[in-house]
């Protein structure tokens, strides 16, 4: 059987599969610029996660050549890839959030840590949040313009996200 499959990088893979035919590099290029700040992966997680899907038979992978330059692996998505990607939506938009994370866990536990530790976890808080919202900016300059109702509404809902930390973490 092939190994576990993280839900959220199969739904991704298998979106941008879906709307056409891709290779490894063009569905990182894909989630990079259209994804920035929601989902977050690397080139290697995307090589492992196609492997996956692959041997579940979701996609189907070809290898072409054009000219001299090097083979080109093309994933196309499956029957059962469809099938298995609209289940994978469906369980996801289903799923209850967790409202915890493991900043939060060590929030508990602040008193048992050196109180510059815990300003040094702060701070990076508040730095993550910075690149979160610089990543959300330059999407919004990438796509000006009116956006479809869904994306408007996570653009929207990643920002006050990001605020509202931004508020405790000052506090």
């Not at 989630?31 to 920035?36: R, T």
């Not at 915890?100 to 536990?109: C, E, G, R």
């Not at 610089?134 to 509404?153: A, D, K, M, S, T």
């Amino acid at each position: 059987m092939p190994g576990r499959i993280e839900p959220m990088r199969a739904i991704t893979l298998l979106g941008f599969i879906e709307e056409r035919p891709r290779s490894g590099y063009d569905l990182k290029r894909a989630v990079d610029e259209k994804l920035e700040g929601v989902v977050e992966v690397t080139q290697g997680t995307v090589y492992y996660t196609l492997k996956r899907l692959e041997a579940r038979g979701w996609v189907k992978g070809s290898t072409s050549r054009n000219g001299k330059r090097p083979e080109r692996r093309t994933y196309r998505i499956t029957e059962e890839g469809r099938r298995a990607f609209v289940h994978l939506l469906e369980e996801a938009a289903l799923q209850t959030d967790r409202f915890t994370s493991p900043f939060d866990v060590a929030l508990f536990f602040a008193p048992r840590l050196p109180a510059e530790t815990v300003l040094r976890a702060v701070d990076k808080r508040l730095q993550d949040l910075a690149r979160h919202r610089e990543g959300l900016r330059r999407i919004e300059e990438r796509f000006p313009g009116r956006w479809p109702f869904h994306l408007y509404y996570l653009r929207e809902k990643a920002k006050e996200i990001a605020d509202t930390n931004e508020k405790w973490c000052l506090r």
